[in-house]
């Protein structure tokens, strides 16, 4: 029921409308998570997967909706802008939608004070930035751990490709599981909300004031990098959804094939800046 409360079609011309959205969703996956398993034994030790499957529960009837009203507008348009003019008020949904969870996320980790609730995303911070002292990171970062600094040790080059190669197995991954399981992409989109909410609460310190700059610190990056993810999890959808209606041998399919063509061309172009902003913009403006 609390998944259709709000109508998808009024965001259709009012994308701003899903970062609301998105802080409801966010909020209540936090907080139903907190209220009926934070004191089961055995669920609460998954807390941090379950929020996000909450997130995706809530957010598939926005990208069901969204992926098949793209996929008809794109029988009738071709060409690399007709094709962004198109897919766009999407894809600003797709974002606002994000920015919904991070928000949320951040504000609800903070005030909740629980790590068990982003387990799982504290985990994953750590295997990133600390792989060879995992435990001890997951020890430091949580709320009764202190706060560190790791630095890599790595160039900016070679940090430059390794992003650039990690981003690219996200988009492809993002693109599989939505073209097989069409609104699926929403479930890798949610995670890397919620990861990220973890690693600002971890900037932060999980000082609460602090959550406007730890957003301006992952976002510089973050937002043209989720971005591409959502044209690629857009464009997964539209072929599948391309491929039930029309069959492989349509001149539609033909056409909407084409447009997602050129919709994995722009993801790809925005993985690539984002890359850059990473490892070039976002460390002279965060020393």
């Keep these: 029921m609390l998944e259709s409360l709000i109508n998808p079609q009024r965001v259709e011309h009012g994308p701003w409308k899903m970062f609301f959205i998105g802080i409801v969703y966010a909020s209540l996956s936090l907080l139903l998570v907190k209220l009926f398993f934070a004191r089961d034994v055995v669920l609460s030790e998954y807390s941090g997967m379950i929020v996000v499957t909450f997130c995706v529960m ?3 009837p926005f990208m069901f909706y969204l992926i098949k009203v793209e996929e008809e507008q794109d029988e009738h348009i071709e060409g690399f802008f007709s094709v962004w003019r198109a897919h ?7 974002i606002w939608l994000f920015f919904g969870f991070v928000v949320a996320f951040s504000f609800w980790n903070i005030v909740l004070g629980d790590s068990n609730l982003f387990n799982a995303q504290l985990e994953t911070y750590c295997m990133i930035n600390s792989p060879g002292n995992l435990e001890k990171c997951i020890e430091l970062y949580s709320f009764t751990g202190d706060a560190i600094n790791i630095h890599g040790s790595s ?6 490709f390794s992003i650039i190669e990690n981003n690219m197995y996200v988009m492809i991954f993002t693109l599989i599981f939505s073209l097989i399981f069409g609104a699926g992409a929403i479930f890798v989109l949610a995670w890397n909300a919620s990861v990220i909410s973890a690693a600002i609460g971890i900037f932060t310190k999980y000082n609460l004031a602090e959550i406007p700059l730890g957003l301006l610190r992952y ?8 971005t591409a993810y959502f044209v690629a999890a857009l464009g997964g959808g ?3 959804t391309g491929l039930m209606r029309h069959g492989i041998k349509d001149k539609l399919f033909l056409r909407v094939l084409e447009n997602v063509v050129i919709l994995i061309f722009i993801a790809i172009l925005i993985l ?3 890359a850059f902003m990473e490892v070039y913009l976002t460390p002279l403006l965060f020393k």
């Design 58 to 60: 809530f957010s598939l």
């Design 88 to 94: 766009s008020d999407a894809i600003y949904a797709f």
């Design 155 to 160: 160039t900016a080059t070679g940090r430059l």
């Design 219 to 226: 976002m510089v990056h973050g937002f043209p990098e989720i």
């Design 238 to 240: 539209m072929l599948g």
């Design 272 to 274: 690539i800046i984002a």
